[in-house]
């Protein structure tokens, strides 16, 4: 998932880190070059959708203006990291 807009900067990373933890989701996120920020989740998939729905909005200092979500194959990621 590629998520765009103000999201680099305001704990966007580390509170999706929290969020999948919490809701026993695998993968990691990251910082894009292009101001947007990046990330992988595996797990239940109704877990997984409560973690990119938490993303659509970001936290309280966050704005996200677009989100593409793309499915893929799961790698067998373990744990969740801020790369």
């Known amino acids: 998932m590629i998520v765009r807009g103000r999201v680099q900067g305001v ?5 999706v880190r929290e969020r ?5 989701v695998s993968g990691w996120i990251c910082n894009r ?3 947007g920020v990046e990330a992988v989740l595996e797990g239940r998939t109704d877990h997984v959708e409560r973690v990119v729905r ?3 909005i970001g936290p ?4 996200v203006e677009e ?3 793309t499915e893929e194959e799961p790698e067998g990621i373990s744990g ?3 790369r």
């Open 11 to 15: 704990f966007f990373r580390d509170s």
């Open 20 to 24: 999948a933890r919490a809701h026993g």
């Open 33 to 35: 070059s292009d101001g």
């Open 54 to 56: 938490f993303c659509k």
């Open 60 to 63: 309280r200092q966050a704005s």
């Open 67 to 69: 989100i593409d979500v």
């Open 80 to 82: 969740f990291e801020i």
